[in-house]
C-alpha cells in the first residue's frame, strides 16, 4: 500500500490531522515531540461513484480502497545534524513514497510555535534539503573515486553532481529546474525532496473566510505541490461523528464535505493511482492501479491468478453503467465492451475479468 508521512514543526497538527484521516487516536497535544515513535494508519479514500455503484446493485458490502498515513514526530532546526528526533526523524521520513507537509497557520496563545506558514515551510525545507546534500556528498566521493576504474559511473557522477549543486542552493529537488530522466536516475538514493509533496496548511476556523489568501504564499513558494487549506482540529471533530451529523456539521459551516476527502484523492493521485470498480450483489469495491496499466496488470489486484491467467476483460466506464441501470441491462444493448491484454484500464472503469488457470 502506498504510504505518505506528514513533515512538520512541532505542534503543526500532524497527530490532529493523522486522527481525522484515520480515525486513529493518536496523542495531539501542546507540547512539542507529543509524538515520538510513529503512527502509521489507513485513511479509506471515500469515492462517491463507488456508493452510487454499491446502491445500484443493492451489495451487502461497500470496500473502499486506501492509503497508509505515517505520523511522524516533529521536526527542529538542525534536525539534519542530529537535533531533536533528529535521526530517527530523517529514517521516518525516508520510508515514505510521499510527503504531506504540515505547516501551521492556526493561532493559540496555548500552543507554542510560530504561526507564519513560510517560516514552517523553510525550515522543513532546509532541514531536508541538508539531509540530501549529506547524503549526495557521500555518494559524489564514493562514485567519483569508482568512476577511475568504471567508466559507466560517469553518470552518475554528472546527475549527482547536478543535485549537489541545486541542494546546495537550498532549493529542494522537487521545486528544482533538474529534469525528469535525471530526477528518475536520482531514485535508487533515496533522497528525501525527490518524492513527490503535498502541502496542507492547517488553519483556524476564524480564518475560514480567509483560506485562499493564507495559503497563497504558500502555493507561490512550492509551485509544483499541491497546498490545501483546512482547518484540521474541526475535521478532526467532524471525523468522529456518524456520517449525516458529520456532513450536517461540515455543511453547516460552509465546508462542503470537507477540506480532507479532496486532500486525500488529490495524494492518491500524485502517486500516480487510479481506481477501477467491481460491483454486484455480494459487494462494490474500489480497486487501485497505477496510471497505465494494461487489464492483466489491473486484474493482478484482485489475484495474481485474474493477471496469470487472463482471457480478457468486460468493462464499462462507472456512469454510463449507472444510467444503463444493471449489468444485465447494459450487456443487452451491448455497451458492455470485451477488451484484451493490451487494453490500458482507466480511472473510473468497472470490471469483469474472465480468467482461466
Ligand atoms: N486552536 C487550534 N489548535 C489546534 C489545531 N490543530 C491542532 N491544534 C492543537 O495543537 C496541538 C498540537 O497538535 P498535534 O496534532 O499534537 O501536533 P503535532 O504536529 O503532531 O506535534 P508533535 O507530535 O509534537 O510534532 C494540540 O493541542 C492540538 O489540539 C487547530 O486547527 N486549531
Ligand atoms: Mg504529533
Redesign the pocket.
Known amino acids: 500500500m502506498e504510504r505518505f508521512g506528514f513533515v512538520?514543526l512541532?505542534?503543526?497538527?500532524?497527530?490532529?490531522l493523522y486522527n481525522a484521516l484515520t480515525g486513529g487516536s493518536a496523542l495531539?497535544?501542546?507540547?512539542?515531540?507529543?509524538?515520538t515513535d510513529p503512527n502509521v494508519g489507513v485513511a479509506k479514500i471515500f469515492d462517491d461513484r463507488l456508493d452510487k455503484l454499491a446502491e445500484m446493485s443493492s451489495s451487502k458490502s461497500v470496500i473502499p480502497t486506501s492509503v497508509q498515513f505515517n505520523?511522524i514526530?516533529?521536526l527542529v532546526e538542525g534536525a539534519h545534524s542530529g537535533e531533536g528526533l533528529g535521526n530517527m526523524f530523517l529514517a521516518g521520513i525516508r520510508e515514505v513514497d510521499a510527503i504531506v507537509f504540515?505547516l501551521r497557520a492556526?493561532l493559540?496563545s496555548d500552543?507554542p510555535g510560530p504561526t507564519d506558514p513560510l517560516e514552517h515551510l523553510r525550515v522543513l525545507e532546509i532541514e531536508l534539503s541538508l539531509a540530501d546534500l549529506d547524503a549526495v556528498e557521500k555518494q559524489l566521493d564514493k562514485k567519483t573515486r569508482q568512476a577511475k576504474g568504471d567508466k559507466s559511473l560517469l553518470e552518475d557522477v554528472r546527475f549527482l553532481t547536478l543535485a549537489k549543486e541545486t541542494l546546495e542552493e537550498g532549493t529542494p529537488l522537487y521545486r528544482s529546474d533538474m529534469k525528469a530522466d535525471d530526477r528518475e536516475a536520482l531514485k535508487p538514493y533515496f533522497l528525501l525532496t525527490n518524492k513527490p509533496v503535498l502541502a496542507v496548511v492547517?488553519?483556524?476556523e476564524e480564518q475560514l473566510d480567509d483560506v485562499e489568501q493564507i495559503i497563497a504564499p504558500v502555493r507561490e513558494e512550492l509551485r509544483v505541490a499541491e497546498v490545501f487549506g483546512a482547518?484540521?482540529?474541526l475535521e478532526a471533530e467532524a471525523a468522529q461523528l456518524p456520517a449525516d451529523e458529520r456532513t450536517e456539521m461540515l455543511e453547516g459551516l460552509g465546508l462542503g464535505e470537507g477540506a480532507l476527502p479532496r486532500f486525500v484523492r488529490s495524494a492518491y493521485h500524485v502517486l500516480g493511482l487510479r481506481t477501477y470498480f467491481t460491483t454486484g450483489e455480494q459487494e462494490s469495491r474500489a480497486w487501485t492501479f497505477r496510471a497505465g496499466a494494461h487489464a492483466p496488470e489491473a486484474a493482478g489486484v484482485i489475484h495474481t491468478d485474474f493477471e496469470r491467467g487472463f482471457i480478457r476483460a468486460e468493462t464499462i466506464q462507472w456512469d454510463e453503467l449507472l444510467e444503463l441501470g444493471s449489468w444485465s441491462a447494459a450487456k443487452q444493448v451491448g455497451k458492455i465492451r470485451s477488451e484484451g491484454k493490451d487494453y490500458e484500464v482507466k480511472d473510473g472503469d468497472v470490471l469483469e475479468f474472465l480468467f482461466n488457470v
Open positions: 512538520g512541532p505542534n503543526a497538527g500532524k497527530s490532529s495531539a497535544a501542546p507540547y512539542a515531540f507529543a509524538t505520523d514526530g516533529g504540515v492556526f493559540d500552543v492547517n488553519i483556524d482547518c484540521i482540529q
